[in-house]
């Protein structure tokens, strides 16, 4: 197939009528398919079943002394503490284990920084502006929060590398408002990039104007590979820490896409300077979160080796839907030019920038036939991307059956919308 | 045995030796004891073991539909939703079903105030000032909520109506910086009182000079009977709603004394116009909470009849434990005059009013001898009580052998620092 760039109009006008054909095709098919979000499939829930045989009515749920099935214990007990201590290269006594949510926790995170501040400076909130960087494209959910707070969104370009570090260390040492920037390092959602060494390091050596800057580091999918030649990511908090900047970064991640997104346990971690100040929230907002699950977690999965190990059943599963997605970009969509993707080692998605100006009427066209998309915009704060180019792709979801079909339908739109755009 | 204040200054000094020598007895028992918090004891937790067969490796974990291990759900299970709409007498959709921790709830309820306001009104941290009326003695947690947000708390009197309305119109319709109150309506702690119909009946009539004035109903132990003749309480939403208050209250419950502390699920209710507000929060802050355990509790209670007929096996284990601890006040101390008590028909706590000015000495005492109370004038305000008055006593953590030795030290200790008091 030729690139579309250097079709005739009559070449054109042929492939316009031959892709609505097959569209058409697939419409009447009736088909009702999603690949919006990052959801687990049935079978990687399955995998996780075994876990709700751990504790049953004959358990001993005593911890090292603390019975799990009563009050107590704030920041959660030492075994979760440590397993993801390992995996996340910080030291147990810097890690909190919260409730099934990590969203949650930077939640509530952005929310005390709001209403009490950090770093002996004033509530967020009572500061005149407040700006957050956030490396586009990037995760809708994380916009939200700070949308929700009224907190300027600052786009960040990201290429392969991870975010533009020189826009990044320029406004953070130039503006005092700016405080913090959101950072999904490793397998980013949506690009799937993992944060160079270099990037981690310049991070690590930020000099912010604002002593209240953070880094929001969401870890989502520190061990969640789709490939044998997985990423590796330097540990920001060891970076840190030898810059003396360990109060920079806040260090999230979660058991979601381990064991049950609807059940898992969620796990965060910061110095003693940040922790002073997020503990002094918790200990008014709860007495402790569910142990029991914490327990159950615990003894599954025994320790990070243990974690590791059990991410290889996830791959097994995943692996085949991310190359399902890729083979049909290649096969179908490659020659013509008209779309770029990503191919990642990693986490639960993959990133299409297809033709600037069609992102909307491709999410659209897959719509119509069947085939909810993450809405076009979504990976930019205010939901507004400025080429409307970028789309995520969720394939995880889907069985391959279904993938095969939807993966199809969505080549067919990204080309109709490309040969349409180009032809107005 | 006398009165103390009928006794003669000879009388108190045998009185004192014979105490001295009970005290001295005790404290060479080494004992370790503790009566300081409403925590379930390990036979009431082994009531609810079978739960944790509800879901297996076998299990179906699809709820009307739903996937309960997968993402989803923001507001909680159909079946939860019911079971304790009909518990607070308040509609299924008026529900909102959250995590473990109702405490949690009421937290980020305040919070969400704090922050963005309710009610069209400005956030409450943007206001000039913001006061919260705290029935005293109260729940020391709800004071940590506000004391924590730097809301100004105004001590209300209560009685075995409930609070002193006369002040609680009267402050609530002349200050527009009164926000909200803090109440525990039935069994309350530390009380174990109920709020009379009346006193419901004039708070679901309030004219509140705020527009974001919002009672915290906080129905903690709305079905956690210990007599056989327990307290009924009328329905603030029916109530508000006759007088088309029904978004004053936002009730809170769970079932952390029904099934586990540490593990069980929490609840708020509200009207639409506050849910909305709250919605907002929670849309951003979560994709949803733990919904296996809300299966989990849904399929092991079914309803809320038989939510009603489980705390009957509660019942049985902490009924002779309230019993314990009054019979000894009865038989020790009544006789004395030197401390008065409620006799409560249900909750955590009895309520004990000792000699003025002698509470922080009666729990120096108890510790000393090994009993751990709750702090003295943690049941007010700032941690403050005027009268150096009111303790208590959580009976419920120690079996029925331990409660009896601790509930023994108790009235020694309280009757010595009564009568070193008198004798100063």
Redesign the interface.
Known sequence: MKCYNEMSREELLEEKASLEKAYEAYKAMGLSLNMA?G??G?EQ?DI???M??V?????D?TDEGT??????ILDGIPGVKKMFADILDVQPDEVFVG???S??MM??TI?TF??KGVAGCK?W??QEKVKFLCPVPGYD?HF??TE??GIEMINIPTDENGPDMDMVEKLVSEDEAVKGIWCVPKYSNPTGITYSDETVRRFAALKPKAKDFRIIWDNAYVIHDVSDTPDSLLSIMDECKKNGNEDLPIIFAST?KIT????GVAVMACSKTNMDVLK??Y???????????MLRHQRYLKDSAGLRAYMEKHKAVIAPKFKCVLDALDKEVKDTGCAAWTKPNGGYFISVDVLEGTAKEVVRLCKEAGVVLTGAGATFPYGSDPKDSNIRIAPTYPSVDELAKAADIFCVCTKLAAVNKLMA
Chains 1, 2 share one sequence.
């Open positions: 979000r959801k687990p049935a829930l996780s079943m075994p709700l045989d504790l049953n009515s004959a358990s749920c019975d799990c099935r009563n009050y107590g409730g099934n949510s969203l949650n939640f509530d929310t709001m209403v509530p909130l009572t959910r939200g929060i929700y707070y979601s049950f997104p609807g059940a002094a929230r200990t008014k907002q709860t007495i402790g979160y569910d142990k029991l699950n």
